[in-house]
C-alpha cells in the first residue's frame, strides 16, 4: 500500500499539463507544491493529536482510527 503523500510524490507534471494548467489561469506546479505543504501539515497535527488523545478504554477505537489515517499519510 502507498501512501498518499508518495502518491502525490510520483505525480511529475508534464510540460503540456502545466501549458494546459497556464492556460487555464492555474499554476499547476505551485499547486502540487501547495498539496504537499498540506499533507505535511496534516501529518503534524495528527501526531500532535494523538499525543494527547487518549488510546484506551473508550478511546481505544477513535485512537486507532486517527492513527489510521497518519500512516494513509
Known sequence: MT?????????TLTA???AAG???GAD?????AQLQVHIGEKQRL???ILAFHPSSGGDAAN???INAI????
Open 22 to 24: 497556464l492556460a487555464a
Open 70 to 73: 497518519l500512516a494513509k499519510l
Open 63 to 65: 485512537w486507532a482510527a
Open 46 to 48: 495528527l501526531k500532535q
Open 3 to 11: 501512501t498518499i503523500t508518495q502518491d502525490v510524490n510520483a505525480i
Open 28 to 32: 499547476l506546479p505551485a499547486l502540487m
Open 16 to 18: 503540456n499539463a502545466k
